[in-house]
């Protein structure tokens, strides 16, 4: 069969129609039931710019990110951008090493410890060993410490601040 090129947005338009039917109503890539008005015509970004399918349009625009990616990141990598898909997914499904946690884990637990009222953040304060502060500026410096504090540590402090979350909004 001979490749059929494409020309305007009318033939846009039709082989999108065409391929959504012929793929049921769902997504090439996700496989997940997508809306007509959702979907978007996906090619290849090579030489032959060959129609793939129609993907809804959130999955395209994530597709289009990852190829990009692999064209300005990836030029390091001896192989196929499909084989190093393979072995991030490998990756980010072997199990967990809890050895060591990242130091982001401090912008983590002050985003949640701002995200509380002033009365809530006290609590949380006290709690852990601090005094109650003064105002925002002194809240914030004084969580710091206790962030910093070792014998505390992530999870007691992940801990304290849900709690009074949950539990302080009365």
Known sequence: METQDLY????????????????????????LPVEFKDVHLDHAHDSEQLVRGVLHKAANMS????????VRYLYW????????????????????????R?????????????KLNARQQNNVLITLGST?????????ELFSKVV???NL??????????????????
């Open 8 to 31: 305007t947005q009318a033939d846009i338009k039709r082989i999108r129609q065409l391929l959504y039917e012929e793929q049921q109503g769902l997504c090439a890539l996700t496989k």
């Open 63 to 70: 597709l289009g990110k990852i190829e990009n990616i692999a």
């Open 77 to 100: 990598y001896p192989y196929t951008l499909p084989e190093f898909l393979r072995q991030v997914a490998d990756y980010l499904e072997k199990e967990k090493d809890t050895r060591y």
């Open 102 to 114: 990242h130091v982001d884990w401090q912008k983590r637990v002050r985003v949640m410890y701002n």
């Open 132 to 140: 109650k502060g003064t105002n925002p500026k002194n809240r914030k």
């Open 148 to 150: 910093l504090d070792r």
């Open 153 to 170: 540590g992530y999870n007691v402090i992940v801990e304290t601040i849900e709690k009074e979350n949950k539990y302080g909004l009365v």
